[in-house]
């Protein structure tokens, strides 16, 4: 018995004395750079607020790197049509670069064109790095007295511009990017965390001596003078046979912003008291109207009640009138009673989805961070809960006095999903035929069938199997066995008058 008591107190001695630990999130992890380490960037698709279209980076003649590889997708960044791959920009860990040559090509008449397409959409190009997505710092007269920062996602492909005397616009090309790097250095270590990733966009037309080569020296930007002379030199035109060339720099920035924290910037709300003006104008709406029907039917029931006492007082019988003439109708199934279990049923686990969603959103599961993780989320809630769609629908469905539960249960594993999946696949076969990156590829639509036929309908017949073997549901009050007759209403009345005073 000592040497067990002894024993303990060794494990337990060892236990405290180990340094506490906290762990992260998959995909939320940070990550420490020592300097000079590489920093790989990666692209994302190219987005629009004008088409809603996705489209992959290399579908138009961007630098490529020697082979393009895939990164690593869940199934929620597949449906959201995000295609992260590798791209041809690498830094080194503060280590800054001035005027860096990525690429040069001499577009055809085809690629031009897909340029200044692109450009009339008002696409831009989403680049990550260290899993934080690159944005544009947005400056304004009102930033200066502003501490906060407000920044844009993405940088567009080109703008267009027109001068005077010309007889249509000019198609300019962000050909050069300035990015900067924001870290975080803790004094005690020597390595640094990431985070920030901006980038200013320019449009500048390279000039260099002699032929292009390898080792062509770009004269339009001195990397010695650690600066690009921008605004000297005409900017990019997009046209045929005219050459481009795409160069970018990278300098560092030391930030007080913890890696904890590096996300609060690009969620900030860009004003937020309209933001909080709309939710109170919105609650102050909700609370005036619910108030007042409130009102209306208390003093509706308040003035029936007093009839039916004046009523009892007067005369030895009652007689029943007003709203209590339905409380032998009001439980009776109604006509189409199978199609209001489905619907309860779906509703109950639509609801259970979004619950469970916001409780794991609360407790940090469900981070910015972790790309796609949203959408992961909610599919795979929506499958787990199919339980309790099928347990509320043959308990709706045994109150009603019926015993065919089986066939009910596969009507709210199949109903609603079904016309989800349908006009589903023909969304996306438009937005495939329009070769977007949006489009979802047939292996995760057979994906979605697996996870729909073979989890989800199970769950949804063991939750019916659960919810048939419950006593059925009582009804308050008898229903009566004939049903009341209700005169039929005309949709409308229309009067005529006539002169003599008659009527139609």
């Known amino acids: 018995m000592a040497d067990t008591t002894h024993h303990l107190r060794i494990c337990v001695f060892l236990l405290l004395s180990i340094h506490g630990c906290s762990f992260y999130l998959p995909g939320v992890a940070p990550q420490d750079f020592y300097k000079g380490d590489i920093l790989k960037v990666k692209v994302n698709k190219l987005s629009s607020t004008k088409t809603q279209l996705p489209y992959l980076y290399y579908s138009i003649p961007y630098c490529r790197p020697q082979q393009i590889v895939d990164s690593a997708e869940n199934l929620g960044e597949i449906l959201r049509g995000d295609r992260i791959e590798n791209s041809p920009y690498e830094f080194k860990m503060r280590v800054p670069r001035m005027c860096n040559i990525v690429c040069h090509i001499i577009p055809n008449e085809r690629t031009a064109r897909e340029f200044k397409e692109k450009i009339d959409d008002e696409y831009q190009v989403n680049m990550i790095l260290d899993n934080l997505p690159l944005v544009v710092p947005i400056t304004n007269s009102e930033q200066e007295q502003d501490s906060h920062v407000q920044y844009h996602h993405g940088y567009f492909v080109g ?3 027109w001068y005077a005397g010309m ?27 990431i985070v920030g990733f901006e980038v200013k ?15 062509t020296r770009l004269t339009t930007c001195d990397p010695h003078a650690k600066k690009l002379v921008a605004g000297v030199d005409p900017p990019q035109e997009i046209e045929d046979k005219n050459e481009i060339i795409f160069t970018y720099d990278v300098e560092f920035q030391e930030s007080d912003v913890k890696w904890a924290s590096r996300w609060d910037t690009y969620l900030l709300m860009p004003d937020d008291q309209i933001h909080w003006f709309s939710i109170v104008n919105s609650l102050m709406i909700v609370l005036f109207l619910s108030g007042m029907v409130a009102m209306i039917m208390l003093r509706t029931l308040y003035r029936d009640i007093s009839n039916y006492n004046k009523q009892e007082e007067e005369s030895k019988f009652e007689q029943e009138t007003g709203w209590k003439l339905l409380h032998g109708d009001v439980f009776r199934p109604p006509v189409n009673s199978d199609l209001l279990c489905v619907y309860v049923g779906t509703g109950v686990q639509f609801s259970g989805m979004i619950l469970a969603a916001m409780i794991f959103a609360l407790l940090g599961f469900l981070s910015p961070s972790n790309r796609g993780g949203l959408m992961t989320a909610l599919l795979l809630l929506w499958v787990l809960m199919a ?30 999903p079904g016309i ?5 696949f023909i969304l996306n076969a438009l937005i495939w035929g329009e070769k977007s990156s949006g489009a979802v590829p047939f292996s995760t639509m057979f994906a979605l069938v697996f996870l729909w036929f073979c989890i989800s309908v199970p769950l949804v017949f063991a939750g019916g199997y659960i919810g048939f073997r419950k006593p059925a549901i009582e009804n308050p009050v008898k229903t009566n066995k004939i049903p009341r007759q209700i005169p039929e209403q005309p949709c409308c009345v229309v009067k005529i008058m006539n002169g003599g005073g008659g009527r139609i």
């Open 159 to 161: 703008h267009k511009v």
């Open 387 to 416: 339980v309790f769609g099928g347990y509320a629908t043959t308990r709706l469905y045994k109150s009603f006095k019926k015993s065919n539960w089986k066939t009910i249960t596969l009507k709210t594993g199949v109903m609603f």
């Open 167 to 193: 007889k249509e616009d000019k198609y300019l090309i962000n050909n050069h990017l300035t990015f900067t790097v924001k870290f975080h250095k803790d004094p005690e270590f020597e390595y640094a965390r």
């Open 201 to 215: 966009p320019f449009s500048v037309k390279h000039q260099y001596d002699g032929e292009w080569s390898d080792d």
């Open 420 to 424: 989800i999946f349908v006009m589903f």
